[in-house]
């Protein structure tokens, strides 16, 4: 082996070693690690959403902090900041709190040093290491001189220099190899190479009417443009380039410089699930509604997507299914897709199991789908699982729905459960204390949200 290559190998095993030696158990709190906890807070003070009493009481006491304030405006700008998250709540941050925010920060990483010092860097150093090693064994460059250069002093500070003649005359033979590799030589082949057209003659016909370089596509698009029939493409082609909307024809709806949209309708969709679309925005009394067809061909465009292919989801059958039911639920469909297109690309199956669930605690579906149209089309399972932990706290859920003062804010809540575990370990509540939803609810909202509210208008 290589001389530099080995004194490398040693270098990776000493750190290691040294790593591994190092007890982390002092900064583990709770099953968490003190450090993930300080990187957090460093890229954004949101994150003190994610720390607990236990740390924030671990940082108090061996930081010894005697400021009778801090740990009230500590919790008080996490539970602003929670509100932040999971509500949407207007947050502004006063001095007091980022002076709390700052000392709690700046105690974390002096308790870290302290107990295991060095103990922040320990996640770059095995980056690094893993780096090297992957280039020594897997023949890939190696460029991290610095952390080499800082290895070799702390392995052998009195051959420091001569380490390192032999680690960079290896690294430079190593990757000259990888930049450079030698000139390979093959046979001589006597082939005739036939000539061939980019595209067929029907694709090209094509990329002339949308006035379009090909090479502006991405790869994916391309190579579909190549490999997939010419006739199915055409057929949509002809189909899409019709005057009127009504009949099929909405290419001149996407504006000319998303020519990336153009060539996925082109590809994935059909004539037929065009005219699908196009028929369900239209009615005898106001003809066809070309604004919500507008929205959808421009920002979910899956609707109209219905050939199986390897990058875009086919939810033309759902978006036909869905709308029929907004119109037997006699929900503003127009609305609808104005405020929130991508409520008509989603799983069907979901969003009727979704619907049946709440209907059996009196939920009609359009009061759900009106106050709940986003969570519905993010997450659905949100409001199923909120459901469940209020029922389990004795909330009566048909009082709920029928009441609805809230907007339904309870059953859209992330982390319900955890929020309220949270509330109930404070003592503010007893556990299964609830007797009707009025009750959580402005546990929930008043107690802890307003409050953190008018502590950051302050």
Known sequence: MDEGKEILYKFIEFKNNNI?????????I???????????????????CDVPDSIIDKVITDAKIDDIN??????QLRDLLVGKRNYNLFVKINKEYEKAFDTFKENLLKIINKKVPGAKNYIEIDKNLTQLKNGLDNHKLIKNFDFIESIA??????????????????????NLKILNPPDIEFEDFNIEIEESEEFSEKIEEILNKFELDYRTLPN???????????????????????????????????????????VVLLLYSSPSAIKY?????????????IDSLKILLNYNMSVFIDRVNDYFKPRNDDYLQIMDALKEF?????????????????????????????????CEPKELINRCHKTLTINPTIIINNISVLLSHKVNMFNYFKSGKDDFNLIKVENLENILKQLIDKKTV??????????????????????ARRNGEK
């Open 220 to 262: 994916f698009l391309i190579k579909d443009l190549r490999e997939m029939d010419s006739t199915l493409i055409y057929s949509t082609f002809e189909t899409i380039k019709q005057n009127k909307a009504e009949d099929g024809g909405v290419l001149h709806l996407i504006p000319k410089e998303n020519a990336v949209l153009r």
């Open 277 to 289: 679309v196009v028929e369900s925005l239209t009615t005898e009394e106001d003809g066809l509604d």
């Open 430 to 451: 007893k556990k299964y204390s609830f007797t009707n939803y009025d009750t959580i609810n402005n546990i929930i909202l008043n107690s802890v949200f307003k409050k």
């Open 70 to 75: 801090f740990k009230k405006n500590i919790v």
């Open 20 to 28: 591994s030696s190092v007890d982390q158990d002092e900064i583990i």
């Open 330 to 362: 006699k929900i503003n469909y127009k609305l609808l897709i104005k405020r929130n297109p991508l409520f008509m690309s989603q799983n069907y199956e979901m969003f009727k199991y979704t619907i049946q669930y709440c209907h059996e605690f009196g």
């Open 30 to 48: 709770d099953g968490i690690n003190l450090v993930d906890i300080a990187d957090m807070l460093e890229k954004n003070i949101d994150n003190l």
């Open 153 to 174: 002093h702390e392995y052998d500070e009195s051959n420091y220099e001569n380490n390192m003649i032999k680690i960079y005359k290896y690294i430079n033979e190593h």
